[in-house]
């Protein structure tokens, strides 16, 4: 069993609905303000995932960088709740 270095909480944010594009602008920014706020990332690695979805415009966009973060996060060791 892997042994998690930290959580991030995010799914509170998700829906399993379709969303306009100017929610998912909307979704977007929060995670970006909770990625900034976390402790759980390096400063390089947190700007970064921050700033992806500070940006995202669509659904598709979002979800694959949603694909990103889950990568990062396995790799990373990081449990995204």
Not at 20 to 27: F, G, L, T, Y
């Amino acid at each position: 069993m892997a042994q998690w270095k930290g959580t991030l909480k995010l799914k509170d944010l998700l829906t399993d609905e379709d969303v306009s594009d100017e929610q998912v602008a909307a979704i977007g920014m929060q995670f970006s303000e909770r990625i900034r706020a976390s402790d759980v990332f390096d400063e390089g690695r947190r700007s970064d995932l921050a700033g992806w979805f500070e940006c995202v415009d669509s659904e598709d966009e979002f979800n694959c960088l949603l694909d990103i973060l889950y990568d990062v996060a396995d790799a990373e060791r990081i449990w995204i709740e």
